[in-house]
């Protein structure tokens, strides 16, 4: 599945027909504006303004609240965040309202989740989510704690003895060096995702959308490498036909092909 990039760092407006975010509790559908449930209005700032003086719409900044639903389960989403007023794209004696959501409850599901990922994982993520709309830096700390979770996961140890026989804590950096024999490729995307983590908690320099959508892009292809069944599957296959130069004795679920 390719990775809508441009769609997370989009505005909607109120009578669009999709904004193409998948929902994240069914995972099938995309969430779709409800007709007449949006308010919106200006910012004290810009009203004050507007009342003393005649201010180009392209300097207009509002506030709004409404509803989307799903597509597929009807789940119903709570938005809210601020609005621009802009020229229409194809008509620029027009304008139209286009809001740009700082919260949205539940938070869609921005890249998808394996099924059989283990729960506290698809946790962190949901929270991961749901900080993207308002908090770049505080979204990629949630991905650098699911790097910390996967590592768990995978039985990479948290704690190495020490010549002494005492025992002391690994570092992430640690963790993926030691993940790196298994899987070097992925370590490699691992290390991505915990330098951008370390650029969000004192890197001093603030995060945008984008660089969050970094994180979760790579975090995608780590995941569906390591849970998604067809990957696992196909990998399997490929291994044993590699192995027999050819035509292969087992299946790709252990038991032997009759001679």
Known sequence: MTFE??????????DDVDTGWRCSTCSRGTLLPIPGSFHEEATRETAQAQATNCIPMSLYEGVFSGMLRCSACATPVAASGSSLIKEHPSNDRAL???F???????????????????????????????????????????IRSCVELLLTHLKIPKKARTPKGDFRRLS???????????????????????????????????????????????????????FDGNKAFLTKLTRQINRAKGRRRKSPWGYLFDK
Request: charged share 25%.
């Open 5 to 14: 990039r441009a769609q997370w760092l989009a505005t909607f407006q109120a």
């Open 96 to 98: 139209v309202t286009t």
């Open 100 to 142: 740009s959501p700082s919260h949205l409850e539940p938070a869609p599901a921005i890249i998808r989740v394996p099924t059989n990922c283990p729960r506290s994982l698809a946790t962190e993520l949901e929270r991961a989510f749901a900080l993207y709309w308002n908090d770049a830096d505080a979204s990629a700390n949630r």
């Open 172 to 226: 992430l950096h640690q963790r993926i060096e030691r993940f790196a024999h298994r899987k070097p490729d992925l370590a490699k995307n691992l290390m991505a995702l915990k330098w951008l983590g370390n650029d969000a908690s004192h890197g001093g320099r603030c995060l945008r959308r984008e660089d969050t959508l970094d994180g979760f892009q790579i975090l995608e292809h780590v995941l569906a490498e390591l």
